[in-house]
Structure formats: structure tokens, C-alpha cells
């Protein structure tokens, strides 16, 4: 397995077309509000696009239609924008977006609430999903192996109080990626420790990885629409999908997709984000 180093200078551009998406984020989170059409989000993320100057890395690629997947209730990942889909009071919806700098690539996604009246268990569900991701991410050390970092996202999802539907479903047949020149690289990031995987490649600065839990209310299996995309849960129950470019330098983690670094976040948890390489 090749995985690619990053020198300081191609990370300081992963973090310029990260805080591209962190503004795609912010624009179609505001955005996802009763009425809205899938569509609706997409026009906003090529707008951002626009005005930043940067390239969509989800347009084209593999033949996928749009900007953003956008993923509704049960639909876990790849959900293609459709004027069709009418957002309603109630839903969630799971953003993934990306963009590309001068030939670096940023991707993260984040679940957002459409309206409101959502029940605790979901509302949970996607706090479970996000800390779990953010526990990953700590886990980005150097000296750590990338098994570190599943069996900490893994490992905070079942410590949780389970949900009234009896389990949180860990998906198994997606994960996280490496990122750099290309949006999906070598290693590939399972969420949960398996032994056939062996221990992977150890971290070290200059490893850059998106580390992306998808977690359901209920199974962790999945099939796929007619559309060759739109991931759905086997039993149709709700998921929750987030997501972080992470850069691993020699001052420790820099988050290329969070407005801050990561800093506030990594604190919490007892860790110190890199300095920003824009400053």
C-alpha cells in the first residue's frame, strides 16, 4: 500500500480547499430548511464553488451528477440533489461536499436538522456519530497505527446507551480514505477494528486521511438504488454521516475542514490542534 506524504507547503493548500468546504457547509446548512429541494443545496454548493474560485471534486466523478451528495433519513451516503426532493419538517439530511485547490482536495460532510420536532433518539444519533468522528481524530498521532483510529471511533459508539430501537448500526461496507492529490486514496478507513485488516499503516507526519463514521439506528448493511449511487439503509432505519479532512504534521492534528483547525473541538478532548498554515 502507497500511502502519500504531504509536505507542508501541499497541506497549507488541502487546508485552503478545506475551508472552502467548511463554507459550503455553512451555506448549505443554513440552506436545508422545509420546502427546500436537494437541488435547492446543490445550486448553493457550485455557487461557493464559484466565488471561491475552486473546482467540485464530486462532480463527474465516477459519473456522479452533482456537487454534494445529499443524503436523506434512510439514505446513508451518495444521495444524488434532485429537484424532486422536497425537504420536509422532520428530516435529517447528511451533506457531503468537497472541493479541489490547485489539485488539493478537501472533503468532509455533516448531518443537519430540517426544521424541527426531531426525536432524542436522532438528535443522539448524530451527536454519536459526530463525537465518535472527533474521537478518530484524536487518535491521529504520531506513532499511532490507522487501527488507532477505528477502534477509537468504534470504541466510543459502544459506550454509548444504546437507542429504544435496541443498537446503533455501524456501517460496514463504507468508510473513511486517504486524501491529498486525489479525493480518495490509499488507506481506506474502516470504522470498526477488523482483525483480517491487520494494524495499517502507521501515522506519521504528513499523512493526511478523511475520517468519515456512518452510523444507523439499526443494521449496519446496506444496498444500493438502480441509480448505481444512493446508499440505503436494509431496514430503512434513519442514519447520520460525518466527516473531516485530517492532516497529521509534526505539531500534531490540523482538522483541514473545520473553520478553526479543530482547535475548540481537540481541547475538549486533551489534545493540541497544529497552527493554522494561513495563519
Known amino acids: 500500500m502507497a500511502v502519500e506524504i504531504k509536505t507542508p507547503d501541499q497541506i497549507a493548500k488541502m487546508r485552503e480547499a478545506g475551508l472552502v468546504v467548511a463554507a459550503i457547509h455553512a451555506a448549505t446548512r443554513e440552506a436545508a430548511v422545509p420546502g427546500a429541494t436537494t437541488k435547492d443545496l446543490d445550486d448553493v454548493a457550485r455557487k461557493v464553488l464559484a466565488e471561491h474560485g475552486a473546482k467540485s471534486n464530486f462532480l463527474g466523478y465516477g459519473g456522479f451528477p452533482a456537487t454534494i451528495c445529499t443524503s436523506v433519513n434512510e439514505v446513508v451516503v451518495h444521495g444524488i440533489p434532485s429537484a424532486e426532493t422536497v425537504l420536509k419538517d422532520g428530516d435529517i439530511i447528511s451533506i457531503d461536499a468537497g472541493a479541489i485547490v490547485d489539485g488539493w482536495h478537501g472533503d468532509a460532510a455533516f448531518t443537519a436538522f430540517v426544521g424541527g420536532g426531531h426525536a432524542p433518539e436522532l438528535v443522539e444519533l448524530s451527536r454519536v456519530t459526530e463525537e465518535s468522528m472527533w474521537a478518530g481524530i484524536a487518535a491521529v498521532k ?10 477509537a471511533i468504534e470504541t466510543y459508539i459502544r459506550r454509548q446507551p444504546r437507542p429504544a430501537t435496541g443498537k446503533y448500526g455501524i456501517i460496514e461496507d463504507y468508510g473513511g480514505h486517504g486524501i491529498g492529490s486525489e479525493m480518495h486514496m490509499d488507506p481506506h478507513l474502516l470504522n470498526y477494528v477488523s482483525r483480517k485488516r491487520g494494524r495499517g499503516p502507521k501515522l506519521v507526519p504528513g499523512f493526511c486521511i478523511a475520517i468519515e463514521p456512518m452510523v444507523s439506528l439499526g443494521t449496519p448493511r446496506t444496498h444500493v438504488l438502480e441509480d448505481d449511487w444512493t446508499v440505503l439503509t436494509d431496514d430503512l432505519t434513519w442514519s447520520s454521516h460525518w ?13 483541514l475542514t473545520a473553520v478553526d483547525g479543530g482547535k475548540a473541538k481537540l481541547a475538549e478532548l486533551g489534545v493540541t490542534a497544529a497552527p493554522d498554515p494561513l495563519g
Open 142 to 151: 504520531n506513532g499511532n497505527r490507522l487501527v488507532d483510529v477505528s477502534r
Open 243 to 255: 466527516e473531516h479532512s485530517v492532516a497529521l504534521t509534526e505539531d500534531g492534528p490540523l482538522v
